[in-house]
């Protein structure tokens, strides 16, 4: 059992002679990545991480998720970006759909929120009610250590549990995951005596999910973060072949350069499971952030079907013929429901009577796909045959891998982002940061035209 991609779906919008032509382009990719020698080569700690990774820093987050899951009722996860993102998708799909509802009897662990992941007030506010009487950890996640998001949250929430524990106790309540040397945090925590996990140097944010980043947090919640790394390390095996044909990574970074280039230049991502919504959130930052630029790049979207078949379907049968789509699918679910007899048959689903709801969920999902190919749409499928920690080490490997491949048969550098800094510098301007005196004037001039 492993992960499955199938391409059928999108044969007869690529010609095999197109699909030929990609083979020596892959393993021009393939050799830039693996000796190091394409844009961005000072990234790619993450290739070889899930070999490789540091074992002592692993066995001081197991440690700490031990502690935090001994002394919270809360664990507050502060980041955004690539330091939210991949901690987000793998508990959502790993864990209960609404873990931090359930009763105490039924979930072992604290509960955990995501925040600093956006500028809102009402947010941060709404957060504070819920944390009133609880004991409460901080993550702090931030591998410049300044990004504004975050570090407006940690002042917010760090001063919250200084209140509640005063300053000694609250400082063995956070912990922070930042640069191995430089940065604000990373001098903040030195001073204070916070716990420190690392953000290793040569992996960029949208890369760090199988890091420190993503694992305690992960850890926290219960999730079996070896099983994760193995399937991680099992699929860097798997995907190391350089043979396009022996490669189902580097055949989905194939095939969708094929499909841009005849003008299919949006990708949805799309999951019948709703658990996965965040999974696709990642997927967008990884891809957006590493194809979108010089110009160029396939823009990353998504779906959730079929709450968006009533209303993204309509486009995507009959809209504008840019899209492809790739189905994110679980071969089988971890739960079932049976649908019932109902002697009345109002709303006449007794044919279903007796029928699972994974299999009514699977007749959606062939049928669809059906329909879309018929409108133009092509559309791939990654396959995994569970949705467990195993698995999803795998995906997560599967889909750097492929992003990092595309990237380079794009011709960009996949593993920088010099566009995110724009707005930024934006925003300090009009905020009056110090050092930004000439863009504020020009900007607030721009804004009063
Ligand atoms: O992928 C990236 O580099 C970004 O999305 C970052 O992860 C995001 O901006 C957060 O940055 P930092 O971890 O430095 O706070």
């Known amino acids: 059992k492993t992960i499955r991609f199938d391409y059928a779906n999108a044969r007869a919008f690529v010609k095999q002679h197109e699909w030929e032509q990609l083979s020596p382009a892959i393993e021009m990719a393939h050799q830039m990545l693996h000796s190091r020698t394409g844009p961005g080569k000072d990234y790619l700690g993450w290739v070889d991480w899930p070999e490789q990774y ?3 820093e692993y066995e001081r987050i197991r440690q700490a998720s031990v502690r935090i899951q001994s002394d919270s009722d809360v664990l507050l996860v502060i980041g955004i970006g690539g330091s939210y993102l991949g901690a987000k998708a793998v508990l959502d799909i790993l864990g209960h ?3 931090n509802l359930l009763p105490k009897s039924k979930r072992r662990f604290p509960e955990i929120y995501f925040v600093g992941n956006n500028i809102s007030p009402i947010y941060i506010s709404h957060l504070m009610d819920v944390l009133e009487g609880k004991n409460v950890s901080i993550n702090v996640i931030s591998k ?3 990004t504004t998001e975050p570090a407006i949250a940690f002042r917010l929430f760090r001063e919250w549990l200084e209140k509640k524990y005063g300053r000694e106790e609250a400082k063995k309540r956070i912990y922070i995951t930042t640069d191995k040397q430089r940065g604000a945090l ?7 005596g916070y716990a420190c996990f690392v953000i290793p140097d040569d992996i960029g944010g949208r890369y760090s999910v199988l890091t420190a980043v993503g694992l305690l947090p992960i850890a926290v919640s219960g999730a079996n973060m070896d099983a994760l790394m193995q399937g991680a390390r099992d699929a860097r095996e798997r995907y190391m072949v350089m043979d396009l044909r022996d490669n189902p990574c580097y055949q989905y970074a194939a095939i969708r350069n094929a499909l841009y ?13 709703p658990q996965f919504r965040y999974f696709a959130e990642w997927w967008k930052q990884l891809f957006g952030e590493s194809e979108g630029k010089d110009g160029k790049g396939i823009f990353p979207a998504s779906a959730e079907f079929s709450t968006d078949l009533h209303s993204l379907g309509q486009y995507i049968q009959d809209g504008m013929r840019h899209l ?3 189905v994110v699918s679980v071969t089988k679910p971890l739960v079932d429901l049976t649908v019932q007899e109902d002697p009345a048959d109002v709303d006449g689903l007794n044919f279903l009577t007796g029928k699972r709801m994974g299999y009514v969920n699977k007749k959606a999902f062939e049928g669809t796909v059906l329909a879309h190919v018929d409108g133009g749409v092509p559309n791939l499928l990654v396959e995994i045959p569970e949705a ?10 599967f889909f750097e891998k492929a992003c990092g491949i595309s990237g380079y048969l794009l011709g960009v550098n996949p593993f920088d982002q010099p566009g995110v800094e724009a707005y930024k510098t934006n925003m300090f301007a009009l905020l009056g940061k110090p050092g930004y005196e000439r863009q504020k004037a020009e900007l607030e001039a721009r804004l009063r035209e």
């Open 54 to 56: 540091d074992r002592d």
């Open 97 to 99: 759909s609404f873990y």
């Open 144 to 146: 410049s250590g300044t």
């Open 186 to 192: 990373k001098k903040l925590a030195d001073d204070e």
């Open 261 to 273: 280039r005849k003008g299919k230049t949006v990708e949805l991502l799309v999951s019948y499971e």
């Open 324 to 326: 492809f789509e790739t």
């Open 388 to 397: 467990t920690a195993y698995y999803l080490g795998g995906l997560i490997y």
